[in-house]
């Protein structure tokens, strides 16, 4: 089990921060997870501590590919305006 | 004279110092401190009206991570507090960091303050921000450092910023109020989890004040910068001067939201709109009763290089710093003396000023005051009309000149050829520019440059707005004192204006 990074990454370095087992490394053109060493923080947290600090939306996906953080969920913008604003051409978020 | 500065009464002319001449917001922004806090803040470029023309600051981007949101941020970008929205900074190691101060020290030896602000949010990085400010104790004893944090972080580092040389430390407080609080911030990241909503708030807010307590108990500067969100926080803001002045901060800077949708911001792509440059004024008038404001902030870049407002980043990109050799103790030699220069010529300068009769005294005390907008540059009146990026916007009253804002405005000017001989640059609707920016300047009964154009000076008289080009450069105190003495002389004064709003 182990958690993935997609490209919505915006090389913050929050998770990289607190992850407590070193399993996020830098990488180009973002930020990777190494499934090695990723335990989904069991045993030492809660939550996956790089998905509870993560700031973008989308940018921290399981195995199934969902992600933890799903759109709406950390702007707080309802879908129907994200939608919106996705034809507009204002967000990039892929909406579900 | 007493200068009364805890009622809402304007601040009165102290006779003859530098509270008459008026120095900008130095007079009421530094009258009420403690002697010992005001000598530090004297020669801050951040601080001082008239130390920001001589003195230079710095940021290194060291500090990416956030552990909140705000909801006028967008972490692709810098952190919006202390940066405008939408600007990306090259990040740096401490070590390059180190490199590129010292660079840049070398080269600008008015660089004395060097602050940590961002990307995200400085100790919510401690290993990278306390390492660089640890090295720069060390190894550059003569540069003072500052940093900016949204306060979550702050009781528990404390102790370890006052172990280093950190003259100030700056907090972004919006609110007091979890409820307003749940408005503004969606989440936090605490004790390894994420806290959403009124919850998040109010532990936020509790941190903040902990901090803001903890730093002022350790006699370290606290500035306090709050962004005004009109609907949200604008009439709350005054409770939060009141409550962060009496904790101690020496300092409270009040800056309009910046929202537009293109930043991807949650205010931007809601439509939130930010103050007008009346609500912007009007509010940091009435906080300015209860506490002091810094009027002359300009929301710098979080890795601008050079005196405010002007950015010499470019210079110094690491691809030209790796290249330098700079030998900081022979660089150390240097800047002492450029600094004791410009101190002696501050020192000139101030007690010329004081030896001046000032012209106000001359003016009735029930007169009206005047809002002037002036194009200006290193405290002259320097700058052509249409080649002004940004007006400076003065007060005059009988009680002497003060700075109110900046006022950013469009170029519409395309070259000294087209303007100089009085006409406008004929691209792209020039008219359209010209006219949004003399809408900026509303409110405002005179316009003080070096130069104007045929065509702008017609416009501004028709929108009531009196050109000035005499002035041009002249100290910008003395000259709006000026023009404000021959408007009273020339009984212009004499019928009531527009209602003061202030005071
Ligand atoms: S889930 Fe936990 S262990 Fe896995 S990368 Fe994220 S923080 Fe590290
Ligand atoms: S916290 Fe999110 S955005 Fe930041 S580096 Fe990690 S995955 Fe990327
Ligand atoms: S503290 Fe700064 S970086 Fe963090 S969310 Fe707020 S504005 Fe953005």
């Known amino acids: 089990m182990a958690l993935q990074i997609t490209a919505q990454c915006v090389n913050c370095w929050a998770c990289y921060d607190v992850c407590p087992n070193d399993a996020i490394y830098e990488d180009k053109p973002h930020f990777l997870i190494d499934d090695a060493k990723c335990t989904e923080c069991l045993g030492d947290h809660a939550d996956p501590q790089c998905a509870a600090i993560c700031p973008i939306e989308c940018a921290i996906i399981d195995e199934l590919g969902e992600a933890l953080n799903p759109p709406g969920s950390l702007t707080g913008i309802p879908l129907e305006k994200l939608a919106e604003l996705a034809a507009q051409g204002l967000v990039t978020t892929e909406l579900p | ?503």
């Open chain 2, 1 to 503: 004279m007493d200068l009364p500065v805890i009622s809402n009464a304007p601040v009165a002319a102290e006779g003859g110092g530098c509270a008459s001449s008026g120095c900008g917001s130095a007079p009421d922004a530094l009258a009420h401190l403690p002697d010992e806090i005001r000598a530090k803040v004297q020669d801050h470029p951040c601080y001082s009206e008239d130390a920001h023309h001589y003195f230079a600051r710095m940021h290194v981007a060291v500090a990416p991570a956030c552990n909140i949101q705000c909801n006028y941020c967008n972490r692709k970008y810098d952190c919006s507090n202390e940066s405008r929205p939408g600007v990306v900074s090259e990040l740096l190691t401490p070590d390059q960091a180190l490199k590129k101060i010292k660079a840049v020290a070398a080269e600008i030896p008015q660089m004395t303050v060097l602050g940590i602000a961002g990307p995200g949010d400085p100790l919510a990085n401690p290993g990278r921000t306390f390492e660089t400010f640890r090295m720069l104790s060390e190894q550059t004893p003569d540069i003072k450092l500052c940093v900016s944090t949204n306060g979550l972080n702050l009781p528990q580092y404390a102790d370890e910023i006052a172990k280093h040389n950190i003259d100030h430390v700056t907090i972004t407080i919006n609110c007091v109020d979890p409820e307003i609080g749940a408005k503004i911030y969606p989440w936090i990241y605490w004790n390894n989890k994420r806290i959403r909503g009124v919850e998040g708030a109010r532990i936020l807010i509790e941190q903040q004040q902990k901090g803001l307590e903890a730093l002022t108990s350790r006699g370290i500067l606290v500035k306090v910068n709050s962004v005004l969100i009109p609907g949200v926080n604008d009439e709350h803001l005054k409770e939060v001067s009141k409550i962060v002045k009496a904790k101690g901060a020496f300092l409270h800077n009040v800056m309009p939201l910046i929202a537009e949708a293109e930043h991807g911001t949650y205010y931007g792509l809601m439509a939130q709109r930010g103050p007008t440059d009346e609500e912007l004024q009007a509010l940091q008038d009435e906080c300015a009763g209860d506490m002091s404001m810094m009027r002359h902030c300009r929301q710098c870049r979080a890795d601008a290089v050079g005196l405010l407002g002007e950015d010499r980043g470019d210079e110094f990109t690491m691809d030209k710093i790796d290249v330098m050799d700079v030998d900081y103790e022979a660089a150390m030699v240097r800047r002492k003396a450029v600094h004791d220069d410009i101190i002696n010529k501050l020192e000139s300068e101030r007690a010329a000023k004081a030896a001046k009769v000032p012209v106000h005294l001359s003016i009735a005390a029930d007169t009206r005051p005047v809002l002037m907008a002036v194009a200006g540059k290193n405290g002259v009146v320097a700058e052509h009309f249409g080649h002004a990026r940004e007006f400076l916007i003065y007060e005059a009253s009988p009680e002497g000149v003060r700075f109110i804002s900046h006022r950013k405005t469009e170029l519409y000017c395309a070259g000294l050829d087209t303007c100089g001989d009085g006409g406008v640059a004929a691209e792209d609707e020039p008219e359209s520019v010209l006219e949004r920016n003399i809408r900026t300047l509303s409110g405002c009964e005179v316009v003080l440059c070096s130069k104007i154009g045929f065509e702008p000076w017609g416009m501004l008289e028709a929108a009531g707005i009196q050109p000035n080009g005499e002035h041009a450069m002249e100290p910008i105190e003395d000259a709006v004192m000026a023009v404000y003495k021959e408007m009273y002389d020339a009984g212009k004064l004499a019928v009531p204006g527009q209602a003061r709003q202030v005071a």
